[in-house]
């Protein structure tokens, strides 16, 4: 019984050596016809954003060599966004590039 419990406690360990990576998802809202009118309303920290139009959804992830692994676009519809059509992805993010050494996610499809 002891044997087992070791290998059961041994499997368990090398199961969680092959966690799978962390995963971030960035999004910009656009309001591009400029009226509050038309697109999805926004619950946001900072307030509301009324008139989001489209967003555009980066997948980032994380660990020792972070990658975009999906980038979607999609349009209000119904006062939602649904599930938007991948445009790009696969390539990485650049770790420590941007202003201070801050990481950059490019949006580019």
Do not use: H, W
């Amino acid at each position: 019984m002891q044997g087992t419990t070791r290998l059961a406690a041994a499997a368990l360990i090398a199961l969680l050596a092959f966690d799978t990576q962390a995963q971030t998802r960035y999004s910009v809202y656009v309001d591009s016809d400029d009226n509050v009118a038309t697109g999805c309303t926004l619950s946001l920290p900072g307030g509301n954003f009324a008139g989001a139009d489209s967003r555009l959804e980066a997948v980032i992830a994380t660990g020792a060599s972070p990658t975009v692994t999906s980038l979607s676009l999609s349009g209000c519809s119904g006062g939602v966004f649904p599930a938007g059509s991948v445009i790009g992805g696969g390539y990485a993010v650049g770790a420590n590039n941007g202003s201070g050494g801050a990481d950059v996610v490019e949006l580019a499809g």
